[in-house]
């Protein structure tokens, strides 16, 4: 081993107990080891800038990151809770079969798009839901327009996945090649 590595790990053992104690202090067992790990990996990524008293400046990366993962969290409940009020308030039109289908397809799709990864959910909602070609999404988003329709697509088949698994029983009572129909409409699957 390097002596850097050396330092680190020797900084990680006198370090680590305190830093998940902190953790643990902050947001219960369940995702102390999580915050311990990241907090040690930025100290690695960032090893030119851990002073040499580390612990309080570990204790301030903890303390972001615990931040950091409550705003997801928050996030992913309002996401989650909006998904909820978009299902209830769903009205579709046409006769009382078809306004069936649609529910049963629009609670799967909304369903299924709730358990999908953020960086999921934001390439589909951006393609979708606001209209934006590739090269759009890509602008917003940050990446070249080749990464974004490889994310679109693989956004988009982790979502037939997940709705194909999240409502079987709703999607039998639906004529088969409806629900795939319904499912282009809604997500901008191409057919």
Request: glycine share 6%; hydrophobic share 45%; with cysteine.
């Given at each position: 081993?390097?002596?850097?590595?050396?330092?680190?790990?020797?900084?990680?053992?006198?370090?680590?107990?305190?830093?998940?104690?902190?953790?643990?202090?902050?947001?219960g067992r369940q995702i102390a080891d999580e915050v311990?790990?990241?907090?040690?990996?930025?100290?690695?990524?960032?090893?030119?800038?851990?002073?040499?008293?580390?612990?309080?400046?570990?204790?301030?990366?903890?303390?972001?990151?615990?931040?950091?993962?409550?705003?997801?969290?928050?996030?992913?409940?309002?996401?989650?809770?909006?998904?909820?009020?978009?299902?209830?308030?769903?009205?579709?039109?046409?006769?009382?079969?078809?306004?069936?289908?649609?529910?049963?397809?629009?609670?799967?799709?909304?369903?299924?798009?709730?358990?999908?990864?953020?960086?999921?959910?934001?390439?589909?909602?951006?393609?979708?839901?606001?209209?934006?070609?590739?090269?759009?999404?890509?602008?917003?988003?940050?990446?070249?327009?080749?990464a974004m329709r490889v994310r679109l697509h693989r956004?988009?088949?982790?979502?037939?996945?997940?709705?194909?698994?999240?409502?079987?029983?709703?999607?039998?009572?639906?004529?088969?090649?409806?629900?795939?129909?319904?499912?282009?409409?809604?997500?901008?699957e191409e057919a």
């Open positions: 081993m390097t002596e850097e590595a050396d330092r680190f790990t020797a900084m990680y053992d006198a370090c680590r107990g305190r830093v998940w104690a902190y953790a643990v202090s902050r947001a311990v790990s990241e907090t040690f990996a930025v100290a690695w990524r960032r090893w030119a800038d851990v002073p040499r008293t580390p612990l309080p400046w570990l204790l301030g990366v903890a303390r972001n990151i615990l931040r950091d993962t409550v705003r997801a969290e928050v996030r992913r409940e309002s996401f989650a809770a909006e998904l909820g009020e978009w299902t209830e308030r769903s009205a579709p039109g046409g006769g009382a079969d078809d306004v069936a289908d649609e529910v049963a397809d629009r609670n799967a799709l909304l369903g299924a798009l709730a358990t999908l990864p953020e960086d999921d959910r934001e390439v589909l909602i951006l393609a979708a839901w606001h209209g934006l070609t590739p090269a759009e999404a890509a602008s917003v988003v940050g990446c070249s327009s080749a956004a988009r088949k982790r979502l037939t996945r997940a709705v194909d698994l999240a409502e079987p029983a709703a999607r039998a009572a639906v004529p088969q090649g409806r629900t795939r129909a319904r499912r282009v409409q809604l997500v901008g």
